[in-house]
Protein backbone atom coordinates (compact mmCIF):
# COMPACT_ATOMS: atom_id res chain seq x y z
CA UNK A 1 0.00 0.00 0.00
CA UNK A 2 1.03 3.36 -0.85
CA UNK A 3 2.32 5.38 2.41
CA UNK A 4 3.61 9.37 2.77
CA UNK A 5 4.06 10.44 5.93
CA UNK A 6 4.90 13.64 7.41
CA UNK A 7 6.93 14.31 10.78
CA UNK A 8 4.22 15.99 12.53
CA UNK A 9 0.50 16.87 12.04
CA UNK A 10 0.55 20.15 14.19
CA UNK A 11 3.03 22.46 14.90
CA UNK A 12 3.69 25.78 16.68
CA UNK A 13 6.53 27.82 16.40
CA UNK A 14 7.23 31.56 17.20
CA UNK A 15 8.09 33.94 14.71
CA UNK A 16 11.86 33.85 13.98
CA UNK A 17 12.24 30.31 13.76
CA UNK A 18 13.75 27.97 11.74
CA UNK A 19 11.78 24.98 10.90
CA UNK A 20 12.08 21.68 9.13
CA UNK A 21 9.15 19.98 7.91
CA UNK A 22 9.97 16.21 6.93
CA UNK A 23 8.30 13.64 4.36
CA UNK A 24 8.79 9.97 4.03
CA UNK A 25 7.61 7.72 1.02
CA UNK A 26 8.09 4.31 1.06
CA UNK A 27 6.88 3.61 -2.81
CA UNK A 28 10.53 4.40 -4.52
CA UNK A 29 9.07 7.55 -6.47
CA UNK A 30 11.60 9.40 -7.80
CA UNK A 31 9.27 12.65 -7.47
CA UNK A 32 8.37 14.24 -4.65
CA UNK A 33 6.43 17.79 -3.88
CA UNK A 34 5.37 20.15 -1.23
CA UNK A 35 2.78 22.33 -1.57
CA UNK A 36 0.89 24.71 1.29
CA UNK A 37 -3.16 24.58 1.16
CA UNK A 38 -5.17 27.52 2.44
CA UNK A 39 -8.95 28.36 2.11
CA UNK A 40 -9.64 30.46 -0.57
CA UNK A 41 -6.72 29.58 -2.15
CA UNK A 42 -6.62 25.62 -3.12
CA UNK A 43 -3.50 23.54 -3.32
CA UNK A 44 -0.06 25.64 -4.69
CA UNK A 45 3.07 24.46 -4.91
CA UNK A 46 6.25 25.49 -3.16
CA UNK A 47 9.09 23.06 -4.51
CA UNK A 48 9.37 19.78 -6.14
CA UNK A 49 12.11 17.49 -7.02
CA UNK A 50 12.40 14.52 -9.45
CA UNK A 51 15.77 13.04 -8.11
CA UNK A 52 17.64 13.04 -5.44
CA UNK A 53 19.78 16.56 -5.01
CA UNK A 54 17.71 18.13 -7.24
CA UNK A 55 15.20 20.53 -6.71
CA UNK A 56 13.40 23.11 -8.70
CA UNK A 57 10.86 26.01 -7.20
CA UNK A 58 7.05 25.80 -7.95
CA UNK A 59 4.85 28.81 -8.14
CA UNK A 60 5.66 30.54 -4.19
CA UNK A 61 9.23 29.62 -3.19
CA UNK A 62 9.74 32.57 -1.29
CA UNK A 63 10.53 32.13 2.16
CA UNK A 64 10.98 28.29 1.93
CA UNK A 65 13.92 25.88 0.54
CA UNK A 66 14.50 22.25 0.16
CA UNK A 67 16.24 19.26 0.89
CA UNK A 68 16.81 16.02 -0.46
CA UNK A 69 19.75 13.84 0.21
CA UNK A 70 18.14 10.66 -0.36
CA UNK A 71 15.61 9.45 -2.70
CA UNK A 72 12.47 8.40 0.27
CA UNK A 73 13.01 11.84 2.11
CA UNK A 74 12.09 15.71 1.18
CA UNK A 75 12.57 18.05 3.97
CA UNK A 76 10.94 21.90 3.64
CA UNK A 77 12.79 24.12 5.43
CA UNK A 78 11.38 27.57 6.95
CA UNK A 79 14.65 29.96 7.38
CA UNK A 80 12.88 32.21 9.15
CA UNK A 81 9.04 31.43 9.88
CA UNK A 82 6.81 34.50 9.80
CA UNK A 83 2.81 35.01 10.85
CA UNK A 84 2.44 34.38 6.39
CA UNK A 85 3.61 31.16 6.82
CA UNK A 86 0.90 29.99 8.95
CA UNK A 87 -0.79 27.18 6.91
CA UNK A 88 -1.79 23.38 6.15
CA UNK A 89 1.45 22.03 4.18
CA UNK A 90 1.00 18.88 1.60
CA UNK A 91 3.62 16.62 0.90
CA UNK A 92 3.16 14.11 -2.20
CA UNK A 93 5.39 12.31 -4.34
CA UNK A 94 4.62 10.41 -7.96
CA UNK A 95 6.59 7.86 -10.45
CA UNK A 96 7.78 9.53 -13.36
CA UNK A 97 7.84 7.48 -16.65
CA UNK A 98 3.91 7.40 -16.82
CA UNK A 99 2.46 10.41 -17.84
CA UNK A 100 -0.28 11.61 -15.87
CA UNK A 101 0.78 10.30 -13.26
CA UNK A 102 -1.05 9.90 -10.03
CA UNK A 103 -0.04 12.42 -6.86
CA UNK A 104 0.42 10.39 -3.30
CA UNK A 105 -0.59 13.02 -0.39
CA UNK A 106 0.64 12.52 3.11
CA UNK A 107 -1.83 13.72 5.89
CA UNK A 108 -0.67 16.84 6.01
CA UNK A 109 1.42 19.12 8.67
CA UNK A 110 -0.91 22.16 10.31
CA UNK A 111 1.94 24.90 10.84
CA UNK A 112 1.06 27.72 13.24
CA UNK A 113 3.46 30.26 13.74
CA UNK A 114 3.34 32.71 16.39
CA UNK B 1 0.20 29.29 -17.41
CA UNK B 2 -2.26 27.36 -16.69
CA UNK B 3 -5.30 27.89 -14.65
CA UNK B 4 -8.37 26.03 -12.84
CA UNK B 5 -11.69 27.16 -11.32
CA UNK B 6 -13.98 26.05 -9.24
CA UNK B 7 -16.79 28.16 -8.90
CA UNK B 8 -18.92 26.43 -5.97
CA UNK B 9 -16.67 26.67 -2.68
CA UNK B 10 -19.24 24.58 -0.87
CA UNK B 11 -22.08 22.29 -1.47
CA UNK B 12 -24.66 20.41 0.36
CA UNK B 13 -26.75 17.31 -0.44
CA UNK B 14 -29.07 14.63 0.77
CA UNK B 15 -27.67 11.15 1.10
CA UNK B 16 -28.62 8.77 -1.89
CA UNK B 17 -29.02 11.80 -4.47
CA UNK B 18 -26.99 12.53 -7.22
CA UNK B 19 -24.39 16.13 -6.78
CA UNK B 20 -22.25 17.38 -9.56
CA UNK B 21 -19.36 19.71 -9.04
CA UNK B 22 -17.57 22.13 -11.31
CA UNK B 23 -14.55 23.15 -12.95
CA UNK B 24 -13.48 24.79 -15.64
CA UNK B 25 -10.03 25.56 -16.89
CA UNK B 26 -7.84 27.60 -18.72
CA UNK B 27 -4.80 26.34 -21.27
CA UNK B 28 -3.55 26.18 -24.95
CA UNK B 29 -2.07 23.21 -24.64
CA UNK B 30 -3.60 20.13 -26.52
CA UNK B 31 -2.29 17.63 -24.12
CA UNK B 32 -3.45 17.44 -21.22
CA UNK B 33 -4.75 15.53 -18.10
CA UNK B 34 -7.82 16.27 -15.52
CA UNK B 35 -7.58 15.42 -12.27
CA UNK B 36 -10.41 15.06 -8.91
CA UNK B 37 -8.74 14.89 -5.57
CA UNK B 38 -10.91 14.25 -2.72
CA UNK B 39 -9.64 15.62 1.25
CA UNK B 40 -12.09 14.01 3.98
CA UNK B 41 -12.13 15.78 6.99
CA UNK B 42 -8.68 15.19 8.49
CA UNK B 43 -7.72 12.46 6.12
CA UNK B 44 -5.35 12.00 3.29
CA UNK B 45 -5.80 13.47 -0.03
CA UNK B 46 -6.65 10.69 -2.61
CA UNK B 47 -7.53 10.48 -6.04
CA UNK B 48 -10.81 10.12 -7.43
CA UNK B 49 -10.93 9.98 -10.92
CA UNK B 50 -8.52 10.95 -13.91
CA UNK B 51 -9.54 11.85 -17.86
CA UNK B 52 -7.05 12.11 -20.81
CA UNK B 53 -7.48 14.86 -22.78
CA UNK B 54 -7.02 12.74 -26.11
CA UNK B 55 -9.91 10.55 -24.84
CA UNK B 56 -13.18 11.69 -25.95
CA UNK B 57 -14.89 9.09 -23.48
CA UNK B 58 -15.91 10.53 -20.19
CA UNK B 59 -14.17 8.47 -17.35
CA UNK B 60 -15.72 6.33 -14.54
CA UNK B 61 -15.25 4.80 -11.33
CA UNK B 62 -18.04 3.69 -9.28
CA UNK B 63 -19.97 6.08 -8.18
CA UNK B 64 -17.92 8.42 -10.01
CA UNK B 65 -18.01 10.26 -13.29
CA UNK B 66 -16.91 13.20 -15.55
CA UNK B 67 -18.30 15.30 -17.81
CA UNK B 68 -15.28 16.32 -19.98
CA UNK B 69 -16.10 19.02 -22.39
CA UNK B 70 -12.60 19.81 -24.13
CA UNK B 71 -14.06 22.37 -26.78
CA UNK B 72 -15.40 24.13 -23.66
CA UNK B 73 -12.63 23.95 -21.39
CA UNK B 74 -15.03 22.08 -18.35
CA UNK B 75 -14.73 18.92 -16.30
CA UNK B 76 -17.51 18.62 -13.65
CA UNK B 77 -17.70 15.31 -11.48
CA UNK B 78 -20.87 13.84 -10.82
CA UNK B 79 -21.69 11.77 -7.73
CA UNK B 80 -24.23 9.28 -7.60
CA UNK B 81 -26.13 8.12 -4.84
CA UNK B 82 -24.38 10.09 -2.87
CA UNK B 83 -22.83 8.77 0.34
CA UNK B 84 -22.00 10.25 4.31
CA UNK B 85 -18.80 9.09 3.13
CA UNK B 86 -18.15 11.13 0.33
CA UNK B 87 -18.02 14.37 2.66
CA UNK B 88 -15.25 16.16 1.96
CA UNK B 89 -12.96 18.73 -0.15
CA UNK B 90 -12.69 18.27 -4.01
CA UNK B 91 -10.10 19.57 -5.85
CA UNK B 92 -10.43 19.58 -9.76
CA UNK B 93 -6.17 19.80 -10.56
CA UNK B 94 -4.71 20.19 -14.86
CA UNK B 95 -1.62 18.90 -15.54
CA UNK B 96 0.07 19.28 -18.81
CA UNK B 97 0.90 16.27 -20.87
CA UNK B 98 4.47 15.33 -22.20
CA UNK B 99 6.34 12.39 -23.13
CA UNK B 100 8.41 11.81 -19.83
CA UNK B 101 5.82 12.89 -17.07
CA UNK B 102 6.94 14.91 -14.29
CA UNK B 103 4.94 17.82 -14.53
CA UNK B 104 3.28 19.81 -12.41
CA UNK B 105 -0.34 19.79 -10.69
CA UNK B 106 -1.87 23.08 -11.15
CA UNK B 107 -4.87 23.22 -8.47
CA UNK B 108 -8.19 24.64 -8.38
CA UNK B 109 -9.71 26.31 -5.00
CA UNK B 110 -11.76 23.58 -3.95
CA UNK B 111 -15.64 22.82 -3.42
CA UNK B 112 -16.44 21.63 0.50
CA UNK B 113 -19.09 19.00 0.06
CA UNK B 114 -21.20 17.75 2.73
CA UNK B 115 -23.78 15.12 2.42
CA UNK B 116 -26.56 15.33 4.82
CA UNK B 117 -28.07 12.11 6.22
Known amino acids: DVKVTQSSRYLVKRTGEKVFLECVQD?????MFWYRQDPGLGLRLIYFSYDVKMKEKGDIPEGYSVSREKKERFSLILESASTNQTSMYLCASSSPGTVGETQYFGPGTRLLVL | AQTVTQSQPEMSVQEAETVTLSCTYDTSENNYYLFWYKQPPSRQMILVIRQEAYKQQNATENRFSVNFQKAAKSFSLKISDSQLGDTAMYFCAFMKGTNFGNEKLTFGTGTRLTIIP
Open chain 1, 27 to 31: MDHEN
